[in-house]
Structure formats: C-alpha cells, structure tokens
C-alpha cells in the first residue's frame, strides 16, 4: 500500500501531538524523580513506554516513544517521529497488518467509545462541547498516519486496530457535527457520565 503524502496540515497535526507527548513524558519524568527520589526512573519510564505500545490509540504511540525518550540520554531536541514518507518501510507493514485477518469489530467500537470519553473528560463539563468532533477528527488523522509508521512501537494486531478505527471515528466526528445543538448538552453529558459509572 502506497501511503500518500503527508499534507502539511497533517504535519503539523502530528508534530503537535508528538511535542504535546514529549512535554507529558518530560512532567513525567521529573515527578517520578521528584516522588521517588533514588528510584530506577529508567525502568519506571520503560514498563509505562511498554505498556503504552500495546495501546491502539496513535496517541498513546507517541507517549511510548517520548518515555523512551525520556529514558535515554539521546537528544531531547530531536524528532519524535520522521514525517518522511518511507513507502517501502510502510507497505512492508502494511502487508503484515494485512495478513493478521479481519478484526472484530467490538474492538474497533470499544476504542472509539474510549476515545470520545477521554476527550470529554479533558474538555469537562464548563468547556465548549461542539469541540469534540473536532478532536475526533483530529485523532482519526493520527490514527491514519501512524498505523503503518515505521517509528511506532505497536504490534500487527494494535496497528491492524488502529486502521480500522480510522473510518469509525470520522463517522462518529460526522454524527456529532450534523447532530449538535446546545439543547442536547446536558443529555450528552448526563449519558456520558452514566457511561462512565459503568
């Protein structure tokens, strides 16, 4: 699979995300160093960077690579992702992920649903909810460029996951943008919240 260009809107969307990620890991750091003074933040940073490349959400890719980032004494100014295009790297990728099968589409479903709450959460009850198609947007962008990106950590299957979240949470982006009104909000947000209890 050819992957085209990235537009520079794309660039720029995925050059926020990686130097929000490496701001967090950069935090994380030092409050592990801060709460744990003489602990082995090394390998604190590496099972979290490990765990976090099991995660389908783009997002948490990033957070992987900018707490082994982190971990490492490499330099702290340099990219976190190449945002060349490396077609023969990505289509060797995407021949694997295409060879794992189809994906149950309850996985595909639940990451959406787990993405759409985190960014509730982070916009909170007082913020502006008609920004939350955009977000989901935003992330299925990401989704759509890191998924046979050689620098993640993810495995076929997560990566396999990734990919087809990418069409879901453009529809579910789509269904809240045509479906929004400041009369629903205080629905949306009593069903969230009862979600969230669950």
């Known amino acids: 699979m050819n992957m085209p260009r990235t537009s520079d809107s794309d660039a720029r969307l995925l050059a926020a995300a990686s130097s929000e990620a490496l701001c967090a890991a950069r935090w994380e750091r030092i409050d592990l160093e801060t709460r744990r003074p003489g602990a082995a933040h090394r390998e604190l940073l590496l099972a979290r ?92 962008i990401l989704q759509e460029l890191l998924w046979d990106h050689p620098d993640i950590p993810a495995s076929d299957d997560t990566r396999l996951t990734m990919l087809c979240s990418v069409p879901r949470l453009r529809e579910r982006s789509e269904d809240l943008s045509s479906g929004w009104s400041w009369g629903a909000l205080p629905r949306w947000f009593n069903s969230f919240l009862k979600r969230a209890a669950c």
């Open 49 to 140: 960077a490990a765990e976090l490349a099991l995660s389908p959400v783009g997002r948490d890719q990033l957070m992987s690579l900018a707490l082994e980032r982190g971990a490492s004494t490499g330099d702290p100014d340099a990219s976190l992702i190449d945002l060349s295009d490396r077609p023969a790297e990505r289509a060797r990728i995407a021949r694997s992920v295409f060879g794992r099968g189809p994906r149950r589409s309850s996985e595909t479903v639940a990451l959406v649903v787990q993405i759409e709450e985190g960014h509730a959460r982070r916009l909170g009850r007082e913020a502006r909810f008609d920004l939350l198609p955009e977000r989901l947007l935003q992330d299925a």
